[in-house]
């Protein structure tokens, strides 16, 4: 078991990267003046798709 299937098993561990990914998108969207705003959140998606954090998907039990 690779580290991101330990990652993607651990709800608490993805509820604090999609904390930290938040506060990141906003901390690039106030350096840039929200100018970039649609490719940073674009970015942030991808990111957290690839890394298996679907917000959009219920919650598994």
Do not use: C, L
């Not at 580290?3 to 509820?15: E, G, L, V, Y």
């Not at 940073?40 to 917000?55: C, K, S, T, Y």
């Amino acid at each position: 078991m690779g580290i991101f299937d330990r990652f993607k098993s651990n709800r608490q561990a993805q509820d604090k990267a999609g904390g930290m990914s938040d506060a990141a998108e906003r901390k690039v969207n106030e350096k840039t003046g929200d100018k970039y705003e649609s490719q940073v959140d674009d970015a942030q998606q991808r990111i957290e798709r690839q890394a298996g954090m679907d917000r959009d998907k219920p919650d598994q039990p």
